[in-house]
């Protein structure tokens, strides 16, 4: 082999092993299930499975990612389309207006720019008891 040329062999061989772990993740296998079959199938230890594996979610991660940020792109160009296209006589009144607002909304909500906050809270209407006591839930 040539010097400086790099022997690809062995990445090619990671990305098929990965893609096969990915294969059975998606059908639902155990890790465990994976770890055995992989140290059967290819010779190598359990701690080069385990990377496998985290390599494989990795990359469903990072399709997931691509996707959400297409969809995000998608919906901005729509919104300012929406914009774009509401009609001149119809910007300046108050339901105009408004719906102008709920699109900038929306897009900031797309962009993470605004967050829907939500508030949990509980009433309990009975009695309290600690160490044998009741105590008042004032």
Do not use: C
Request: hydrophobic residues 35%; glycine residues 8%; aromatic residues 8%.
């Amino acid at each position: 082999m040539e010097a400086g040329r790099k022997n690809n062999s062995g990445e090619h061989n990671v990305e098929l092993r990965v893609r096969t772990v990915q294969e059975w993740l998606l059908q639902d296998h155990s890790t465990g299930d994976i770890v055995r079959q992989g140290v059967k199938m290819w010779n190598v230890s359990e701690r080069q499975i385990k990377r496998y594996i985290d390599k494989a979610k990795v990359g469903f991660r990072d399709l997931n990612e691509d996707v959400i940020e297409k969809k995000r792109a998608y919906y901005l160009q729509r919104s300012k389309k929406i914009l774009r296209d509401l009609e001149l006589k119809h910007k300046n009144t108050p339901s105009g207006v408004f719906a102008q607002m709920a699109v900038l909304q929306f897009q900031a909500k797309i962009e993470g720019i605004m967050v829907d906050k939500v508030e949990h809270s509980h009433v309990f209407e009975g009695e309290v008891y600690i160490g044998g006591q009741q105590v008042s839930p004032d």
